[in-house]
């Protein structure tokens, strides 16, 4: 980056410099690579949703959905019927 910020400075200063000179770094050299990097992170990000969803499938979804309505969660709160009544008078 800094040598970047530098040949621009240079070519800003020296307008008539030769840009073909074996020392001076193109500008757009880094175009392609970030391509690159920018593809394989969207490529890896894609194959990580892909890997979630289809162990979402084969470990969780085969699981039934707990019954969630009001009536359900009564029972399930509700206290056990006891067996000895007959004692709480």
Do not use: G
């Not at 001076?24 to 880094?30: F, K, M, R, T, Y």
């Amino acid at each position: 980056m800094l040598a970047l910020v530098m040949v621009r400075a240079h070519r800003m200063a020296n307008p008539s410099a030769d840009s073909t000179s074996p020392d001076a770094v193109p500008l757009d050299s880094p175009r392609p690579e970030l391509r690159k990097l920018a593809l394989k992170l969207i490529l890896l990000v894609l194959a990580k949703i892909t890997l979630l969803t289809l162990i979402w499938w084969v470990a969780i979804a085969p699981y039934s959905r707990p019954d969630t309505r009001p009536a359900a969660i009564e029972h399930l709160l509700a206290p056990a019927p006891s067996s000895s009544s007959s004692q709480v008078k």
